[in-house]
C-alpha cells in the first residue's frame, strides 16, 4: 500500500489548522466569515481523508499477517470514531460566522481541544501507523 497519499493529506490537514490558526489570531469576532469558511473547506479534507483511511488503509492494516500490525489497525479504526466524532460536532458548531462571533472565546478553547487531539493522532499514525503498514510491501 501506497502511504504517501496519506501522509500528503495530513499536510494539506495540517496547513489549514495552521491557516485557521493564523485567522484566529486576527481575532475571532473581526475574522469570523474566513474562520467559518476555512472550517468548512478543512472539513471537506478530513472527511476525504477518513473516508479514505476507512476504506483501504484500516482493512488493509487488519487484513495483515502481522499480529502487530493487525492490532493497529483495529486500535487506530476504534479511537477515530471518538476523534472523528469530536471534530465533526466541533465543524457544525462553528461553520458559522454569527456564532463565532457571539461566543469567540468558546471557539477558541474548543479549537485548542479538538484541533490539538486530532495533531496528536495524526502524528501518532505518521509515526506508528503508516510505517507499520510501509513495511509489510
Request: aromatic share 8%; proline share 3%; glycine share 6%.
Amino acid at each position: 500500500m501506497n502511504i504517501d497519499k496519506f501522509k500528503q493529506q495530513h499536510l494539506a490537514i495540517l496547513a489549514a489548522i495552521d491557516d485557521l490558526r493564523r485567522l484566529a489570531r486576527g481575532g475571532v469576532a473581526v475574522q469570523a466569515k474566513a474562520i467559518a469558511g476555512q472550517i468548512v473547506a478543512m472539513s471537506g479534507l478530513i472527511k476525504l481523508h477518513l473516508a479514505v483511511e476507512q476504506r483501504y488503509l484500516y482493512p488493509a492494516a487488519q487484513a495483515s499477517d502481522v499480529a502487530k500490525v493487525a492490532q493497529l489497525g483495529r486500535r487506530y479504526e476504534s479511537e477515530m470514531d471518538g476523534i472523528a466524532g469530536a471534530y465533526l460536532a466541533f465543524a457544525s458548531r462553528w461553520n458559522t460566522p454569527v456564532r463565532l462571533e457571539a461566543e469567540p472565546d468558546a471557539f477558541r478553547r474548543e479549537a485548542n481541544t479538538v484541533l490539538h487531539a486530532l495533531y496528536q493522532r495524526m502524528r501518532r499514525e505518521d509515526s506508528e501507523l503508516y510505517p507499520a503498514v510501509e513495511a509489510l510491501a
